[in-house]
DNA sequence: TATGAATGAGGGTTCATTCAT
DNA sequence: AATGAATGAACCCTCATTCAT
């Protein structure tokens, strides 16, 4: 029990740094989040910090890990799963604003420090990177072998697109620290990515 | 003369430093681009950076102002011009990838360190991504009035997912350092994304 | 009974400790090796290390009166004895080089962080090293005495080239981690370090 | 001029700081001497130390090697030159008394930091040690094919006594701060030492 | 203009020591 | 006795900025 409950507590610990940690690094970027802010933000001391992260850089990496194993994840749960494209392109689409909604300081640091950062760039989070492009672009390419999107583009390109359409979303509303007010914006927003970019936005003339 | 040309050097010497100053920040991002890089860089001694710009900030906000100018002098061509929206938006995106043939940092510097980058951003700097966008909107705007583009998605959603393609495509070839390779790939990169914006990525059943 | 197998305990675990803080003493210097590695290489929680000992001070200091207690015993055991000079001067010889053996880092930590360093010298450390110069001397002194040893060099003089023999055959041993290879090779470093101090060095004409 | 002049003054400086690290090495050890003490000993501010030196352990290495460049050109000076071994050894002797004389923090440093300390010994730096102890046993080699010291003991043994009379002389007179009062106390070390090293401290029956 | 020496405020990290359990 | 979480004072090093020349 001892042994458990201690185990806990030190996960708990972990936890209370890992989010302090999450919401300085969203408000200040990583490279001025000193280590200090994080410890004062957790209510710790200094040094704890070093007794739960080696460094400053895997305390980066840890919640990088954490960001990007939910989202394969749901990436191996929607390949995998019984959908057609439109679906699985709209569970995707889900997941981004539905964590925007539950870990905003989680999609911001995506959005700000990872997704567009060559800066803090090493080969193995590119590769994270690469791996989610190409994870994405299967679904598209698969909704394409079916026929149920256009061929006449590379699936590359659309997957461009579309991740382009769900990124800028979320980064105007971390850019403008905007919240999700409520399932109907989220519902607006999510239906309006996937109509603009599966019918486009040209009026029909039938229309 | 004599005064006339000492201005055309210091203009000259300045040039120099602001080019040194894109590759570096462009190669290390504005927080590990030091003052030092830069001078040795522009092949002069760091002391001499501060002749000409006040200090570190002033010398990024060169750079930023120079980004927004071109921008926003395009844009009230492209605004004032009597073109439809097809052709407007096709001159945006022609403007984003020419400039990333011509002048790759800057473009590097205005996706990873600008569009993203809440680290960076004081209110001013976020007063002109908001202008950015406004500028954009109108165009989108004005295709809806004039019944070019579908009304049933507001004009800023319209907004995100155009500019979210672009600056997609471009984040993606910043990323990893690619080269847009002649005309021909420029061309059917702009075409995609002109597209599927207009048109949809959804296969045509009569197709 | 049980306060004295309590006691007994007490006594093993600081012994414990206490050979933990040798090797690590020796392998890293004092000042590398932390508390954490001696409680690490003696199996316990470093909490404990204080139970034992009130701080690092303190058990460097364990470590150094353990040393002298054994080098002053025996030279008061040589001095008290009845031998010559010659046979003295080979008892502090083995002395040394036993000791080596059986307890190399004693020696090693002697050698690197006693008898050379400075660093680690307190006033009441030195003390302990000038008692043992002068017991040394006092044995030297003796044998002039006795007319055994040549009296036109001052005793303190040719106690330094006495010790000073002995502590550089063990220093490049400690350096190279040299191993004494059985008794023989013992012996014969003994009988050198005792001929060339009595005899010299030099090739007698009669030889 | 400008340019030459500017170099000396850079010159002076280094060796101001260099001067500045002896001092406090000398005093504190090198574990303990901090760069803020060494610019604080120096007169200037504490970055300027990194000016010259591009950290801690560059600077020792400067001291190092200032240390062994003189011993290793002195031991070739002896080597080259036409002397029997007493004159040889007595011109090593001589060389490390006067330079206590001339920088005893030198010596101090080269007697408590490099001589025996394990714990500041990376491999190349235990090379210069062991070619240091190579060159002095060449010496002591040559003597004995010359048919001028004894060869019933190893080379290398003879070559530990003498060292090691040398560095304990040194190592007292650093241990206790001693000054050499004038030439004749030198001398008198001088003497003694090669005399016990080469006619040993046994009195001799025909005296 | 131009140089680069000089300054010093940080910020990351270490580790002896204390303390609650 | 025993654990290891918690503390915080040091200390190394960086780098924007200033300044004498």
Do not use: C
């Not at 989010?19 to 001391?45: C, P, T, V």
């Not at 191996?76 to 709209?90: I, N, P, R, T, W």
């Not at 964590?99 to 990872?114: C, L």
């Amino acid at each position: 029990m001892k042994k458990s409950s201690a185990a806990i507590k030190k996960r708990d610990k972990e936890a209370l740094i890992f989010r302090a940690a999450l919401r300085m690094i969203k408000e200040k970027g990583f490279h001025k989040a000193r280590m200090s802010d994080i410890a004062r933000e957790a209510g710790i001391s200094y040094g704890l910090v070093y007794h739960y992260f080696n460094n400053k850089e895997d305390l980066f990496d840890a919640i990088l890990n954490r960001w990007w194993d939910g989202l394969f994840r749901l990436l191996a749960d929607v390949s995998e799963g019984d959908y057609d494209v439109h679906q699985k392109l709209s569970h995707i689409i889900d997941y981004f604003l539905d964590t925007y909604q539950s870990e905003p300081e989680m999609v911001n640091i995506f959005i700000t420090e990872i997704s567009r950062s060559t800066t803090n760039l090493t080969s193995y989070r590119l590769d994270y990177f690469k791996k989610f492009m190409a994870l994405t672009e299967a679904v598209i390419a698969e909704g394409q072998k079916r026929n149920l999107l256009r061929t006449d583009i590379k699936a590359r390109y659309l997957t461009y697109m579309f991740l382009g359409a769900v990124e800028t979303f979320l980064s105007t509303m971390v850019l403008v620290d905007q919240k999700i007010k409520g399932g109907t914006q989220k519902e607006r927003i999510a239906k309006s990515i996937l109509e603009v970019f599966l019918n486009g936005a040209k009026k029909q003339k039938t229309n």
